[in-house]
Nanobody, 123 residues
């Protein structure tokens, strides 16, 4: 079983930055691909970014390319999402998810989920 805990959410003005972290409980965290999804009020959960277990492959949604960067530190069982140039439309609950497979972008493909952290971007 893998437990994921997100942190780093908060309120920020448009144009600002936030850094989200996803911490995992399992020793074999380094064997898992990790993704970030987000869900805005009244909308479906959508893919944001993902990173392979070795960190040699990253994928991004078009809406965040060039603004968000996903990275991982397997020694600390942590994946980070650096979010720059934030926009009001980035407001959502952000979730991290994990799976042994690489390159997944659909919500229903991920086996493990965190509880989410709120990100609010004011205009």
């Amino acid at each position: 079983q893998v437990q994921l805990v997100e942190s780093g959410g908060g309120l920020v003005q448009a144009g600002g930055s936030l850094r989200l972290s996803c911490a995992a409980s399992r020793r074999t965290f380094s064997n898992l691909a990790i993704a970030w999804f987000r869900q805005a009020p009244g909308k479906e959960r959508e893919f944001v970014a993902a990173i392979s277990w070795r960190g040699d492959r990253t994928d991004y949604a078009d809406s965040v390319k060039g603004r968000f960067t996903i990275s991982r530190d397997n020694a600390k069982n942590t994946v980070n999402l650096q979010m720059n140039s934030l926009k009001p439309e980035d407001t959502a609950v952000y979730y991290c998810a994990a799976d042994i497979r690489v390159g997944l972008k659909r919500e229903d493909e991920y086996q493990y989920w965190g509880q989410g952290t709120q990100v609010t971007v004011s205009s």
